[in-house]
């Protein structure tokens, strides 16, 4: 498959956070919004409760 054709994306999630819409200037996050650690809040009991999945996917 030529990789021109070839999609990748990374999602990160981090259960028991959320990302505050309204810190969002456009419809959509840039990266640079998503990594600003002041744009999340957590919303877990505890940080013991909170654990992180990174899942990579492939589309062709």
């Known amino acids: 498959m ?5 999609r990748y994306n990374f999602v990160p999630h981090v259960p028991g956070t959320r990302f505050l819409d309204a810190s969002s200037a456009g419809e959509f996050a840039t990266d640079a919004e998503l990594a600003l650690a002041a744009n999340w809040d957590r919303t877990a ?11 990579k996917t492939m589309e062709a």
């Open 45 to 55: 009991s505890s940080v013991k409760h909170m654990t992180f999945i990174a899942l």
């Open 2 to 6: 030529p990789s021109d054709l070839a």
